[in-house]
């Protein structure tokens, strides 16, 4: 078993471009979560999705971000127009009908 | 509300000398609290939780619900501890079979001088 696999490892945008970030879950996982680490602080939730829902997105930004996780294929989180401060380490994880979340190695996107 | 405090940003201590990383938190009702440790240039990772009890890598931690902390600690530091630790906690689990978010704190960088 992989683990929890994202992708790109490192995104540099320009700021006003769009951001996408991949997450797939380790194999047989349903359930999927999404933070982000900005400089000096700890993990902060964004959203909670299951197959083709989203759960619980209170930690989600009301502009410019979306998620989702389709029956087919990764979660993506997208983040449009990206400006500055959106800069950060994304993490995803993913867990089966248990406590346990178990983190892929993030992605760090950088607008410039 | 919902929130972790960890009180010291960096620790560093002396090889084989007694560890301990506070965690304080605050949550209206009973949480599920857990360690997640993140080891240079690797994934985090779950060290240990409450209600398992068990004990990881010489790591062990209660949860004090009276003084609502869920410390963690080592008798005997190794250099191979050196790593960041958050503490977290989360709700019971969610109506659709997953966990609910976990909620972090700032995080305490651990540091193991020989």
């Known amino acids: 078993n992989a683990g929890v696999m994202q992708n790109p490892r490192h995104l540099v945008r320009r700021r006003g471009q769009e951001a996408r970030l991949r997450c797939s879950p380790m194999k047989g996982h349903s359930h999927v979560y999404w933070y982000r680490q900005l400089p000096e602080e700890g993990l902060k939730f964004m959203v909670y999705?299951?197959?083709?829902?989203?759960?619980?997105e209170s930690g989600m930004p009301k502009e410019r971000f979306s998620a989702e996780f389709p029956k087919e294929g990764p979660s993506i989180l997208r983040i449009q127009q990206v400006v500055r401060g959106d800069s950060a380490a994304y993490f995803c994880?993913?867990?089966?009908?248990?406590?346990?979340?178990?983190f892929g190695p993030g992605t760090r996107l950088t607008v410039t | 509300a919902q929130r972790v405090t960890q009180p010291e940003k960096l620790l560093s201590v002396f090889k084989g000398a007694p560890v301990e990383l506070k965690c304080n938190y605050s949550y209206s009702g009973s949480p599920e609290l857990f360690w997640y440790v993140q080891y240079s240039r690797q994934r985090l990772q779950l060290l240990l939780r409450h209600i398992s009890r068990e004990s990881i890598k010489g790591f062990t931690a209660d949860l004090n619900k009276g003084e609502t902390s869920f410390h963690l600690k080592k008798p005997f530091a190794q250099e191979e501890d050196s790593a960041m630790y958050y503490c977290?906690?989360?709700?019971?689990?969610?109506?659709?079979?997953?966990?609910?978010?976990?909620?972090f704190g700032k995080g305490t960088k651990l540091t193991v001088n020989p």
């Open positions: 994880a993913s867990s089966s009908d248990t406590y346990e979340q178990y």
């Open positions: 977290a906690l989360s709700g019971r689990s969610s109506p659709q079979g997953g966990s609910e978010k976990l909620v």
């Open positions: 999705l299951q197959k083709e829902n989203i759960i619980d």
